[in-house]
C-alpha cells in the first residue's frame, strides 16, 4: 500500500528564512506527486506537482519541489519565506495512471514569525 | 481551472439528524469523485471513492450505512451523515479530476464542517 510520510511536524521559521519541508513516500511503482497548501480557514490549494520530466518542479508563491526518485523523497522549498507562508502544507501521491485517490501525508504545519 | 463546489460549507445539526453534504463540478464532468474527512491539526483520510451511476467504494473503517454516497449526475456526488453523533463532527471535503487530465491532478472542494451538538 501507498504511504506518505512528512518529517515535520511544526516548523517555526522566521520571515526571510529558507524552508525546507521534508517528503518520502512509498510505492512500488510510478507516481505524481502534489504538494498542497492550506491557509488558516481555507481549503487546499495546489502548490506544485511532479508528474515527469525535469524533476525540479516550480509551483506558485515561489515554492519549488525536488523529485529524487532514488531517494523516494519530494521536498518542498522556498528559498525566503514570508509571514503569508503560514500555513499547512500537504505532501500527496498518486498513481501515475488511472483515476485514483490521493495519499497525503500528515501535514506539516509552518508557523513564520516576524 | 476546474472548480469544485460544495455545500453547505457549515453545517450545526443535533445529534440524531441527518445532514447531506454537496459536491458538485462546476465546469467538467466527473465520473468520479471522492470523499475526504479531517480531523482537526491533521491530514486528509479517503473515506469512498463516489461513481457516477454505481454504488461507492469505501474504505476499511468508514460505515457505508452511515455515510450514504450517491453520485446521481456527472456533477453531482452527495455525502449524507445519517443518524449524526458528536464522533462525527469534521471537515469533509470531495475532490475530482477532469476527464483527460493526463497528470491525475484532483481539485478539491472548500470543505464542509460538520458539528453535531
Known amino acids: 500500500a501507498q504511504s506518505v510520510s512528512q518529517h515535520n511536524h511544526h516548523v517555526i521559521l522566521s520571515e526571510a528564512a529558507s524552508l525546507e519541508l521534508g517528503c518520502n513516500y512509498s510505492?512500488?511503482?510510478?507516481?505524481?506527486l502534489f504538494w498542497y497548501v492550506q491557509y488558516p480557514g481555507q481549503h487546499l490549494q495546489l502548490l506544485l506537482k511532479?508528474?515527469?520530466?525535469?524533476?525540479l518542479v516550480k509551483g506558485i508563491k515561489g515554492f519549488e519541489a525536488e523529485f529524487i526518485k532514488s531517494k523516494f523523497s519530494f521536498n518542498l522549498r522556498k528559498p525566503s519565506v514570508q509571514w503569508s507562508d503560514t500555513a499547512e502544507y500537504f505532501c500527496?501521491?498518486?498513481?501515475?495512471?488511472?483515476?485514483?485517490?490521493?495519499?497525503f501525508g500528515k501535514g506539516t504545519r509552518l508557523s513564520v514569525i516576524a | 481551472g476546474a472548480v469544485v463546489s460544495q455545500h453547505p460549507s457549515r453545517v450545526i445539526c443535533k445529534s440524531g439528524t441527518s445532514v447531506k453534504i454537496e459536491c458538485r463540478s462546476l465546469?467538467?464532468?466527473?465520473?468520479?469523485m471522492f470523499w475526504y474527512r479531517q480531523f482537526p491539526k491533521q491530514s486528509l483520510m479517503l473515506m469512498a471513492t463516489s461513481n457516477e451511476g454505481s454504488k461507492a467504494t469505501y474504505e476499511q473503517g468508514v460505515e457505508k450505512d452511515k455515510f450514504l454516497i450517491n453520485h446521481a449526475s456527472l456533477t453531482l456526488s452527495t455525502l449524507t451523515v445519517t443518524s449524526a453523533h458528536p464522533e462525527d463532527s469534521s471537515f469533509y471535503i470531495c475532490?475530482?479530476?477532469?476527464?483527460?487530465?493526463?497528470?491525475?491532478?484532483?481539485?478539491f472542494g472548500p470543505g464542509t464542517r460538520l458539528t453535531v451538538t
Open positions: 510505492y512500488g511503482g510510478t507516481v505524481n
Open positions: 465546469d467538467f464532468q466527473a465520473t468520479t
Open positions: 475532490s475530482a479530476t477532469p476527464p483527460g487530465q493526463g497528470d491525475y491532478e484532483q481539485y
Open positions: 511532479y508528474f515527469s520530466g525535469d524533476p
Open positions: 500527496a501521491v498518486g498513481p501515475y495512471s488511472g483515476n485514483t485517490p490521493l495519499v
